[in-house]
C-alpha cells in the first residue's frame, strides 16, 4: 500500500505494523486453551491477529524489529517462560518503550478524533508525540520529561486491598491494551502486555515518586524491587480488569459450548496453558468467585 509513513513522514510502499508487537500475539495463541484471540471489545469473534494498520515504511518497521526482538529475547521470553526476574538491558530498551508509546499514542489519537478536552490537553499530545518520534529516528539523543517506565508483573498471591475483581491476575498476566490515562495532575500513555506494563509520561507533577521503574537511557537492569504506581493508578487498573470480565460474561452461549466441547477433548493442553495458570492465581485468592 503506498502512503505517507506515520513516523518518518517518507512517502512510498508502506507495510502492515503490528501496534502491539507481533511476538506478544504469537505468545498469548501458544499459552491459551483454544490457541486463539479474543478482543474485548468484540468477545463474540475469535481472533487470529492482533491490530494492525499500514502505519509505517520498510525502514521504520525495521527499526522498530530490532528493539522488538531484542525484548523478546532478552526480557519478554525469559521472564514468562523460564521464571527469570532480572536482567540487563542497553538502549534498545529505552527505544522499544519509546516506539510503544509512540505507537500507541498515534493509534488512539487515530481512533478518537472528537475533542472534547481543553486545547492544552491535545497541545500536549502533539508535543509528546513529536518529541517521541524524534527520538526514535535519532534526531534528539534523550526522552526529556517523556520518560519512559516499564512495571514487570507478576501474580498476585495475597492483598490487603478491597475490591480486586476475580480475574486480576488473568488481566495482569494475560492482558493487551492500549489507552492514554491520567487525572487533573498527570498524564500517561499506557500499553499493556502481558506480565508487563510500559508507562510514557505526558505530563507528570512529581517524577521523582516514578525512579524505580524509569528506564535509563543507556544501559541498566531490570529486577524485583518496590515499584510506585501514580495517585489513582491502581482504581483504573481494577476497572479495566473488570470491564474485561463484563465483556466476557457477554460471550455468547454458543461459543462458551464449544470452548467447553474443547476442554473436555482436549484436557492436557488447558492444565498445561499460561492461561490456566494465570486462573490458578485467581483461584487461591477467591475461591469459587472466579466462576461467576
Not at 11 to 30: A, C, D, M, T, Y
Not at 36 to 51: F, G, P, T
Not at 96 to 120: G, M, V
Amino acid at each position: 500500500m503506498q502512503g505517507i509513513c506515520k513516523l518518518c513522514g517518507y512517502e512510498g510502499p508502506l507495510e502492515e505494523s503490528h501496534f502491539i508487537p507481533k511476538f506478544v500475539g504469537k505468545w498469548i495463541k501458544k499459552t491459551s486453551i483454544t490457541g486463539y484471540l479474543r478482543e474485548s471489545n468484540e468477545v463474540h469473534k475469535r481472533a487470529q491477529d492482533i491490530a494492525k494498520e499500514y502505519w509505517l515504511c520498510g525502514e521504520c518497521e525495521d527499526k522498530f524489529s530490532v528493539w522488538e526482538t531484542k525484548f523478546a529475547n532478552e526480557v519478554f521470553h525469559p521472564f514468562l517462560n523460564k521464571d527469570k526476574s532480572t536482567a540487563n538491558y542497553e538502549q534498545w530498551l529505552s527505544k522499544f518503550c519509546a516506539s510503544l508509546s509512540w505507537r500507541t499514542l498515534t493509534y488512539i489519537r487515530s481512533k478518537n478524533t472528537h475533542h472534547d478536552k481543553p486545547q492544552e490537553y491535545y497541545d500536549a499530545l502533539d508535543k509528546a508525540e513529536r518529541h517521541l518520534a524524534n527520538y526514535l529516528l535519532d534526531k534528539v539523543d534523550n526522552l526529556n520529561e517523556y520518560e519512559q517506565h516499564l512495571f514487570p508483573l507478576d501474580g498476585i498471591k495475597s492483598t490487603t486491598a478491597d475490591g480486586l475483581p476475580p480475574n486480576i491476575n488473568r488481566y495482569l498476566l494475560r492482558t493487551m491494551a492500549m489507552d492514554i490515562v491520567g487525572n487533573d495532575s498527570n498524564h500517561f500513555i499506557f500499553t499493556k502486555l502481558p506480565s508487563f506494563i510500559v508507562l510514557g509520561i505526558i505530563h507528570v507533577k512529581e517524577p521523582e515518586k516514578l525512579r524505580s521503574s524509569r528506564i535509563a537511557l543507556r544501559a541498566g537492569k531490570i529486577c524485583p524491587r518496590n515499584y510506585y504506581w501514580p495517585d489513582g493508578f491502581i482504581n483504573y487498573i481494577v476497572e479495566k480488569a473488570k470491564a474485561v470480565s463484563d465483556a466476557y460474561d457477554r460471550i455468547p452461549k454458543k461459543h462458551l459450548d464449544k470452548i467447553d466441547e474443547f476442554l473436555m477433548n482436549n484436557p492436557e493442553k488447558a492444565v498445561n496453558s499460561k492461561l490456566f495458570e494465570a486462573f490458578l492465581h485467581d483461584y487461591e485468592m477467591f475461591g469459587d468467585d472466579v466462576f461467576r
